[in-house]
């Protein structure tokens, strides 16, 4: 493996392409960040893959999803852009609102941005750009 | 792929009349798994009658946020039959999703099984 290794696919609308996607990352991730880091960069991967395909690209066959990542010394960066009309994360209802708490859904950035140190959106919300140090923090 | 054979995803056993749950997966991840996974806990309700069900983690590494909301709905199909439904054996990091949803709130969450069935 290459002392920075990166990597970049165009994947179908499809959760078992994100899931080779996700093995990967995991196998990439797992080799310079300690277990509980390695988690927290799974966890958002695998929420922002979800929500690229589903709310995204509406699982729509003729929509891909880009991704791209790069180990870098003190940090793992992942990009994930999607084809569909874009959201703003402000929209998003807080699932951790009285009112919202039983909401089967709604939970993947509210997991994202816990986990990562840090979180953009770009293009209209249908790029995620996020980064998680090396550093034993957040 | 978007086919996978039927398989078992869940094992469970009775102690008492509380009907305990072991995942078989280590990671509760893709959309495919995770609808079976759900469809088999609320048959467990729905057509076997199970009003108290332990959920034991002990063999999860991994759950999105699909899979939470697998439980809630699981949750409110408990409670609308007025059973209970624990979760123990939940690893640290599992354990601090659902702090961070706040989802702790929501479930009975126990460290081991033996105190999650004298919850009941």
Sequence with gaps: MPDHPA???VIPS?????????EEIEAVV???????????????????LVNAIKHGNQMDPDKSVRVAYALKP????VRITDEGPGFNPEDVPDPT???NLERPCGRGLLLIRYYMSEVAFQDSGRTIAMYKRRDGSK | MSQQPRRRRLEVEDSGDVAVVNFV???????????MIGDDLFRLVDELGRRKILLNFG???FLSSAALGKLITLNRKVQAVRGKLVLCNISKEIREVFEITKLDKLFTILPDEQSALQAF
Aim: net charge negative; charged share 40%; glycine share 2%.
């Design chain 2, 25 to 35: 997966d280590k990671k509760i991840l893709d959309e495919q798994n995770i609808q």
């Design chain 1, 30 to 48: 797992k080799t310079a960040f300690a277990e509980h880091e390695a988690f927290a960069v799974k966890m958002a991967v695998e929420e922002a």
């Design chain 2, 59 to 61: 063999n999860v590494e």
């Design chain 1, 97 to 99: 609102a009285p009112e």
């Design chain 1, 7 to 9: 990597g970049e696919f």
């Design chain 1, 14 to 22: 499809d959760l078992e392409a994100a899931r080779r996607v996700q």
């Design chain 1, 74 to 77: 003190d940090r793992f960066d």
